[in-house]
């Protein structure tokens, strides 16, 4: 017997607020050892000492030597980790700007390269790639934000300074609480959201309705599943309908190298940005400049192929057997 649309509204919230709790706790396990290290670091002096040898690349994109260390947490590990370190950290709302933008493109680099390898493009390229969109889209980006950089808005704590050691660990343990307080309100919404969706079948309707946003993003329609799951769920959580699907059809080579191109910089559109929403990083920032570096990737490797006027460009895309 088909349930109530109520009672199917009440499973699937339940259900929801199960997974984000889930996800929660999953998240405070990286969030608090990540930040409570940084700290450590940082009241240390170890990032002070290493600065010289990251200020050239840290000014190439716009940052100061300081944001190597979420940059670098991001890129192998994920967000999570990387918006622990953020918070401990003096930097300014559009230094933070930048950060995210360059981890929401390129984190979680291993795990997720290996999966786009497995479901139609190289992992080498793919993560090549992603980290070319990820320094061309901070440094165009960072001409457009405050050049202003003297006053800190991080959340993070004055670290470096005198202030005794206890206080600063009070004050960390402080703006950890509020931090966490305002993940969970955000994973749990989010998990109910979806929840929802999937109980209503709505996802399958959105690809139809979404058919022209898939072709504005440069994509084949065949590919318009792959790429909505990754948009919705990430590359990672959306792992298992990437590479079943890649392999039970017969996409074109080119169509899927368009397609990890495009979700290697663009995926997760829900749950990544609001991640860094609590920082107080602007909605503008966290969803518009890669979703236009998406569409301009793509678009230019369109171009590329119809120049090179061939079925297959030197891209080796696999799918597994």
């Given at each position: 017997?088909?349930?109530?649309?109520?009672?199917?509204?009440?499973?699937?919230?339940?259900?929801g607020?199960?997974?984000g709790?889930?996800g929660?706790?999953?998240?405070?396990?990286?969030l608090l050892?990540?930040?409570?290290?940084t700290?450590?670091?940082?009241?240390?002096?170890?990032?002070g000492?290493?600065?010289f040898?990251?200020?050239?690349l840290?000014?190439?994109?716009?940052?100061?030597a300081v944001?190597?260390?979420?940059?670098?947490?991001?890129?192998?590990?994920?967000?999570?980790?990387?918006?622990?370190?953020?918070?401990?950290?003096?930097?300014?709302?559009?230094?933070m700007?930048l950060?995210a933008i360059?981890?929401?493109?390129?984190?979680?680099?291993i795990?997720?390269?290996?999966i786009?390898?497995?479901?139609?493009?190289?992992?080498?390229?793919?993560?090549?790639f992603?980290?070319?969109a990820s320094?061309?889209t901070?440094?165009?980006?960072?001409q457009?934000?405050?050049?202003?950089?003297?006053?800190?808005?991080?959340?993070?704590?004055?670290?470096g300074?005198?202030a005794?050691?206890?206080?600063?660990?009070?004050?960390?343990?402080?703006?950890?609480?509020?931090?966490?307080?305002?993940?969970?309100?955000?994973?749990?919404?989010i998990?109910?959201?979806?929840?929802?969706?999937?109980?209503?079948?709505?996802?399958?309707?959105?690809?139809?309705?979404?058919?022209?946003?898939?072709?504005?993003m440069?994509?084949?329609?065949?590919?318009?599943?792959l790429?909505?799951?990754?948009?919705?769920?990430g590359?990672?959580?959306?792992?298992a309908?990437i590479v079943?699907?890649?392999?039970?059809?017969?996409?074109?080579a080119?169509?899927?190298?368009?397609?990890h191109?495009?979700?290697?910089?663009n995926?997760?559109?829900i749950e990544?940005p609001?991640?860094?929403l609590?920082l107080?990083?602007?909605?503008?920032?966290?969803?518009?400049?890669?979703?236009?570096?998406a569409?301009?990737?793509?678009?230019?490797?369109?171009?590329?192929?119809?120049?090179?006027?061939?079925?297959?460009v030197g891209?080796?895309?696999?799918?597994?057997?």
């Amino acid at each position: 017997m088909m349930m109530s649309v109520p009672t199917r509204l009440r499973s699937a919230a339940a259900v929801g607020v199960k997974k984000g709790l889930s996800g929660f706790l999953w998240i405070l396990k990286i969030l608090l050892p990540i930040s409570f290290l940084t700290l450590l670091l940082d009241v240390g002096g170890v990032i002070g000492k290493i600065d010289f040898l990251l200020t050239p690349l840290m000014k190439l994109l716009c940052l100061p030597a300081v944001a190597a260390l979420p940059l670098i947490i991001g890129m192998l590990t994920g967000i999570y980790g990387a918006v622990a370190a953020m918070t401990v950290l003096p930097m300014t709302l559009d230094q933070m700007t930048l950060i995210a933008i360059f981890l929401l493109i390129s984190h979680n680099l291993i795990q997720e390269g290996m999966i786009q390898g497995r479901s139609g493009m190289h992992p080498v390229v793919a993560t090549a790639f992603r980290l070319g969109a990820s320094i061309v889209t901070v440094v165009v980006t960072a001409q457009f934000l405050p050049s202003d950089t003297t006053i800190a808005i991080s959340g993070g704590i004055a670290l470096g300074t005198a202030a005794p050691f206890l206080d600063i660990l009070g004050n960390w343990a402080i703006q950890m609480g509020w931090l966490s307080l305002k993940i969970l309100a955000i994973i749990t919404t989010i998990m109910v959201i979806l929840e929802i969706m999937k109980a209503f079948n709505l996802i399958t309707h959105l690809i139809t309705l979404l058919q022209p946003v898939i072709r504005f993003m440069g994509l084949d329609r065949r590919v318009g599943m792959l790429w909505l799951t990754a948009c919705l769920f990430g590359i990672t959580y959306g792992a298992a309908v990437i590479v079943e699907e890649a392999k039970e059809n017969d996409f074109e080579a080119n169509d899927l190298t368009r397609l990890h191109l495009s979700i290697g910089i663009n995926h997760a559109m829900i749950e990544d940005p609001s991640l860094f929403l609590p920082l107080g990083i602007g909605a503008f920032w966290l969803w518009v400049p890669r979703l236009i570096s998406a569409v301009a990737a793509v678009w230019l490797l369109s171009l590329w192929f119809r120049l090179r006027r061939r079925s297959t460009v030197g891209l080796t895309v696999r799918i597994p057997s």
